[in-house]
C-alpha cells in the first residue's frame, strides 16, 4: 500500500507551519509548578501557567493527592457508572456545588470534555444557543455536535448579543441558551455578565459560563465571573488544571435534575474512566484553601502582582491588552517575532511562550502572560526588566 503521498503532505504542512513561525515547542520542565521552575537545568521565572493561587506545587495539596491514592489507588479501571465511582468523587461533586453555590455537579475527564458535553443532552433543534465569538474551542466543539440552531455575537457586543435573541426568538425557537467564557484565555476580558443577564431575563434565554480561568480567584471566595458581577447563571463550566490544584479534570454545575440528566446522556462522562483519586484528593485540598481566609489572602496578592506588572510593563512602553485579569497579554503582533521574543526571554531568565495562529488570531501573536499569588514583587520585577532588556534589543520598545 502506497502513502508515501499522504507523508509527504504531512512533513510539507509541518515545514510550512515552521516557516510562518507558528510552531509551538514544548520545553521540558525538571520540577514541581510554581512561580521558579527548572528548565534545561536551569532555574527560571515562570510567567506563563495558569497556577493562579499557586497551589499546583503546594505541599498540602500535594500530601492530599498522595493520600488519596494511598487510599483508594491509583484509579478505577472503569467508568463510573460500571464500577468507577468512588466516595471521594461524590465528595468532589459535593465541595464544587457547595462552593460555586450550585445544586449539584458533574466531573469528567477534562474541562474540554465538559463543554464538549454539556450541550448535545439538552439542547435539540427546536433550541438555540447563541455563543460569544471567542469562545474556548471546547466550547466551540460542544456547540458543533449538538443540533441546535447556532447564532454568534460579536465578543462583549450586547447589541449584537441582543439582535442575536431577538433573531432567535423569531425563529420560534423552544429554549435559548447564551454561552460564554466568563474571562477569555487569549485576552484576559471579564465577559459582561451583568449585562448578559439582564438580556437572558429579558428574552427568556439561559446562561451557560465557562469559568476556568476565574474559578478560584475571581468574585468573593473566589467563586467565579457571574459572582464577580453579582449574578446568577444557570450552567458554569469549569476545571480543577488551573487554580484549584493545577492537575486536571473538568465540571459542570447546574440543579440536579440537569446533573442527573448529563449523567445518563454525556458521552464524555459515560465512555470516560473516572478520575483519578489523587486527582479528586488534590482538588478537594485546594477548594478548601480557595475558600477560606487564606484564598482571600492569595487573591490579594494576586490582584497585587497583577496591577504592578500591568503597570510597569506600560510605562516601559509595551503593547498591553486593557483589563484587570491576572492573564496580561503583551501584543507583538508578528508570530516570528513571539517566538524569537519568549526564546530571549528564556535566555535571560524567565519562562514564557508566545502565541500564535491558530491559538489565536492572525497578525494578532503575543506573549501571554499570566501572573500567580505565588510571584513576589521581585518575581515580578526580575520579570519585567527582562521585557524591557528583551523587547529593545528586538526593536519592540525604544
Known sequence: MQTTGFHDRVAAELSDIDAQGLTKPERVIESRQGPVIQVAGRKVLNFCANNYLGLGGDDRVVAAANAASESRGAGTASVRFICGTLDIHKQLERAIADYLGFEDSILFAAAFDANGGLFEPLFGSEDAIVSDALNHASIIDGVRLCKARRYRFATSDMADLEAQLKQARA???????????????????????????????????????????????????????????????????????????????????????????????????????????????????????????????????????????????????????????????????????????????????????????????????????????????????????????????LGVIK
Request: glycine share 12%; charged share 20%; hydrophobic share 45%.
Open 171 to 393: 425563529d420560534g425557537v423552544r429554549d435559548i441558551i447564551i454561552a460564554t467564557d466568563g474571562a477569555f484565555s487569549m485576552d484576559g476580558y471579564i465577559a459582561k455578565l451583568d449585562q448578559i443577564r439582564a438580556l437572558a431575563d429579558q428574552y427568556g434565554a439561559l446562561i451557560m459560563v465557562d469559568d476556568c480561568h476565574a474559578t478560584g480567584f475571581l468574585g468573593p471566595q473566589g467563586r467565579g465571573s457571574y459572582a464577580h458581577h453579582g449574578v446568577k447563571v444557570d450552567f458554569v463550566t469549569g476545571t480543577f488544571g488551573k487554580a484549584l490544584g493545577g492537575a486536571m479534570g473538568g465540571f459542570i454545575c447546574a440543579n440536579s435534575a440537569v446533573v442527573q440528566l448529563l449523567k445518563q446522556r454525556a458521552r464524555p462522562y459515560l465512555f470516560s474512566n473516572a478520575l483519578a483519586p489523587s486527582i479528586c484528593g488534590a482538588s478537594l485540598e485546594a477548594i478548601r484553601i480557595a475558600r477560606g481566609e487564606e484564598g482571600d489572602k492569595l487573591r490579594a496578592q494576586l490582584t497585587a502582582n497583577a496591577a504592578r506588572f500591568r503597570g510597569a510593563m506600560a510605562d516601559a512602553g509595551f503593547d498591553l491588552l486593557p483589563g484587570e485579569h491576572p492573564i496580561v497579554p503583551v501584543m507583538l503582533g508578528d508570530a516570528k517575532l513571539a517566538q524569537t521574543m519568549a526564546a530571549r526571554m528564556l535566555e535571560l531568565g524567565v519562562y514564557v511562550i508566545g502565541f500564535s495562529f491558530p491559538v489565536v488570531p492572525r497578525g494578532a501573536a503575543r506573549i501571554r502572560t499570566q501572573m500567580s499569588a505565588a510571584h513576589t514583587f521581585d518575581h515580578i520585577d526580575q520579570a519585567v526588566a527582562a521585557f524591557t532588556t528583551a523587547g529593545k534589543e
